[in-house]
């Protein structure tokens, strides 16, 4: 059964940078496209980022594009989400689930993780 586990969240100032880790255990994630996902306190869970399988093609909410990217590992297990010019409206708790194909919508999702809160305060 795969099983997610996300790392790397933690407090930053505005403007800063976090890069979050995904690590699967379980089967190999290259068969699967990862979705990272932000939820913050009353709102619904989005999408911010998704890498296919093939790594082609990696698409972005608006409202991270030209700042967040998405990239996959040397080791077959780990996606990553780089996190740059982070803004306070970045505050949530992260996650990244795994399906056969990118989608938008996170009930399409088979597995996830458990989260890591990001927070940029200063």
């Known amino acids: 059964q795969l099983q997610l586990v996300e790392s790397g969240g933690g407090l930053v100032q505005p403007g800063g940078s976090l890069k979050l880790s995904c690590v699967a255990s379980?089967?190999?994630?290259?068969?699967?496209?990862i979705g990272w996902f932000r939820q913050a306190p009353g709102k619904e869970r989005e999408e911010v980022s998704c890498?296919?399988?093939?790594?082609?093609?990696?698409n972005y909410a608006d409202s991270v594009k030209g700042r967040f990217t998405v990239s996959r590992g040397n080791a077959k297990n780990t996606v990553y989400l780089q996190m740059n010019s982070l803004k306070p409206l970045d505050t949530a708790v992260y996650y990244c689930?795994?399906?056969?194909?990118?989608?938008?919508?996170?009930?399409?999702?088979?597995?996830w993780g458990r989260g890591t809160q990001v927070t940029v305060s200063s």
């Open positions: 689930a795994a399906r056969l194909y990118c989608s938008g919508n996170p009930h399409d999702y088979d597995a």
């Open positions: 379980g089967f190999p994630l290259d068969y699967y496209a």
């Open positions: 890498i296919s399988a093939s790594g082609d093609d990696p």
